[in-house]
């Protein structure tokens, strides 16, 4: 798809010269359809099919569950579980509890491992941090990980520090930067469910955002490496650091179609060389009808690309854009198309 890429003046009357374009050819459309509609006949009325904000909301949820892996172990002596993608959690003897109090007997440990760009869209946890002052910039992250137990129907505490590890890491790629975030105090982020901006993360409570510490290691297939980290409570957390940038930034604005917005679909801005930067617009000016972002600060003259996704009668539709970031960056998403959820993961994992 051909990228339009514009700097308006005036984006408001811009965009209510487009409106009344279409309003305009709409009325010539209807006007001659029902010129040809018989005496006495009855009037039709054509219903498009409408994209669906709630069922692209139970998709990313649904993605979620079906993403937890299980595990079971002896509340007592503790032990390692190891996730499908290599994540290693150690849990310490007598750490769990409820309300408190100590529990024996065997706990279910519950892990999603994200380590994928089109699995942060497609589960809704991209990569958007807040800092202290309430900004929000994007984040690059080297994993996202839920960490919950329960035993029977009840819902557990972490009383000991649990160790997490990430995937094996080549150390071509390690980054010394990395570090812990966590859903803040009025953004919760325990749940499964939770949607929540990352914030810096206070696990050993010194007062300080804890680092990612990087121990080497051995295998069969040779030397690696591994991010590491301690966690105090159960839920959600993120191994990241900010997307750090020294030149010119401006804003951005994503033009969507007629009769989408913040209710009914979602837009992303996905960074070009970053496998797992990936920040969600979810700003929605409704002068404008126009997405956009919190904080102004994307780099210009880098290369992005701009993924809305909607969900309308039970399919997901698509736009993918590629583009360079200019000054005021407009882009406009003209038409979205239908397509399965493997062949868009397959997409957006196959960005540059």
């Known amino acids: ?25 709409g009325l010539s459309i209807v006007a001659i359809f029902a010129s040809c509609v018989p005496d006495g006949g009855n009037d039709l009325e054509i219903l498009e099919p409408q994209p669906d904000g709630i069922a692209l909301n ?49 706990v279910t440990i519950e892990l999603i491992e994200i380590y994928d760009k089109a699995s942060m869209l497609l589960k809704n946890k991209s990569t958007l941090g807040m800092r202290v002052n309430g900004d929000k910039e994007a984040l690059k992250s080297a994993g996202e990980f839920f960490i919950n137990a329960k035993q029977g129907a009840n819902e557990l505490d972490l009383l000991e520090m649990a160790a997490v590890e990430s995937r094996p890491v080549d150390f071509a790629d390690l980054d010394g930067g990395m570090q812990i975030f966590r859903g803040g105090e009025d953004n919760d982020c325990d749940g499964i469910d939770d949607d929540c901006d990352w914030v810096a993360a206070d696990e050993d409570g ?16 040779g030397a690696f490496a591994t991010y590491n980290y301690n966690i105090g409570t159960f839920g959600w957390t993120n191994l990241d650091r900010w997307y750090n940038y020294a030149g010119a930034t401006t804003e951005i604005f994503i033009d969507v179609p007629d009769g989408y917005n913040a209710d009914n679909c979602a837009v992303y801005l996905s960074y070009d060389g970053e496998p ?17 972002e919190h904080y102004g600060l994307i780099p210009v003259g880098i290369g992005v690309h701009i993924i809305m996704v909607t969900e309308i009668e039970g399919q997901l539709h698509y736009a993918i854009q590629g583009t360079t970031i200019v000054d005021d960056h407009v882009e406009i998403i ?19």
Do not use: C, H, W
Request: hydrophobic share 35%.
């Open 58 to 106: 139970n998709r990313f949820q649904e993605n979620r569950i079906d993403a937890v892996q299980e595990f079971t172990i002896d509340a007592v002596t503790g032990g390692m579980i190891t996730g499908a993608q290599g994540t290693n959690v150690t849990f310490q003897a007598n750490s769990f509890g409820i309300n408190g109090s100590l529990i024996t007997g065997n």
């Open 1 to 25: 798809m051909k990228t339009q890429t514009q700097n308006f003046t005036n984006l408001k009357n811009s965009k209510v010269v487009s409106r009344i374009l279409k309003n305009v050819l």
């Open 334 to 352: 003209s038409s979205l198309s239908p397509i399965s959820q493997p062949a868009l993961e397959s997409l957006i994992n196959g960005l540059p």
């Open 276 to 292: 797992t930067a990936l920040a969600r617009m979810d700003v929605y000016n409704t002068s404008l009808e126009m997405f956009t």
């Open 206 to 221: 010194n007062g300080e955002q804890d680092d990612a510490q990087i121990r080497d290691a051995q295998g069969a297939d």
